[in-house]
């Protein structure tokens, strides 16, 4: 019985020595390689590292309006952490903005502002880039700004600053405007038009999305990809009450943040199909009550009696 004891001991300190080697070795192996491409030397470090204070919004970008829903928004893609922090800008009845590349986020309630004061889309992009006092010019110049501003009505203008991060870019077609820095080339904004123009009579979210994958396909961020976003408005076009926003996604970090996008879209495609098939066995079921209900007997009325 002693021997036996003496085995199950030696067993159990074997064992527990494997497992403490086995934990070991893992906190000593190397973190797991993330296999996207690299960020590129405008990356977070590299800028820190060549004094740089932040690492510019190298990104494209799509803004679209439907003129048969009255639906305006915009999607974008970008290699860096939450581009949909502070990229995209919406209210309903006003408009969308996209501000990005040596980015300054106020450009998106100053443009909302204007055109929420009466301004055009070409008026807003010249206003405020004129008042951007420029801060920061020798590492956060205003020439390197890349912005696009879209009204209620689909009107749309932008700009791309002549020391944003080459290939920088914009172009306009039907009711868009797509417009990218640190791209692989023009052919990427061109992508992107075409497919949202291409895919008219689809639900503006599939066709922004569908602008984004084009963008992809034709080189796109040539840093990589990470994270994306999209937003869509209209006024009463939420789910719930009082609400105007009608779709609004963010993928911040993922390695394929379109794919991870479109699957959002296409959830919440399926929801508005689910949402308009209640609505409709609804209207079926009021219009059989309103057969089914027997009509009304008319009343005998009184004759009425002469005046005296």
């Known amino acids: 019985m002693t021997r036996v004891r003496a085995l199950a001991v030696l067993a159990a300190s074997l064992t527990t020595s494997a497992l403490l080697a086995a934990t070991a070795a893992r906190a000593q192996a190397p973190a797991r390689p993330d296999t996207r491409p690299e960020a590129g030397p405008d990356a977070l470090g590299r800028a820190l ?46 408009g969308v903005v996209a501000t990005q590349a040596v980015v300054d986020v106020s450009y998106g309630p100053q443009a909302l502002a204007l055109l929420r004061a009466g301004l055009a889309p070409r008026a807003v992009v010249d206003s405020v880039w004129r008042r951007d006092p420029d801060p920061r010019p020798g590492d956060w110049t205003k020439q390197g700004r890349q912005f696009a501003v879209m009204d209620a009505q689909g009107r749309v203008a932008a700009f791309t600053g002549p020391k944003a991060s080459t290939w920088a870019g914009d172009r306009q077609g039907a009711f868009c405007s797509a417009q990218g820095n640190i791209l692989a080339g023009p052919q990427v904004v061109d992508s992107m038009v075409a497919a949202f123009e291409r895919t008219r009579g689809q639900h503006l979210s599939l066709r922004l999305v569908a602008a984004l994958e084009a963008g992809q396909r034709a080189g796109g961020d040539t840093r990589g990809m990470q994270s994306a976003a999209l937003v869509i408005v209209k006024k009463g076009g939420g789910v719930w009450l009082n609400n105007d926003v009608v779709l609004r996604l963010q993928v911040d970090d993922a ?12 959830k919440a495609a399926q929801q508005r199909a689910a949402i308009r098939a209640r609505q409709e066995r609804a209207r079926g079921e009021r219009a059989r009550e309103e057969q089914a209900r027997p009509a009304a007997t008319p009343q005998p009325t009184a004759p009425r009696r002469p005046r005296a």
Not at 54 to 76: K, N, R
Not at 255 to 266: Q, T
């Open 255 to 266: 390695p394929e943040p379109i794919a991870e996008l479109r699957r959002l879209v296409d």
């Open 49 to 94: 590292d060549a004094g740089l204070p932040w690492q510019p919004v190298g990104t494209f970008s799509i803004l679209g309006y439907d003129p048969e829903t009255g639906e305006v928004g915009g999607a974008v893609q970008s290699r860096v952490f939450s581009v949909g922090n502070g990229v995209l800008w919406a209210e309903a009845d006003v």
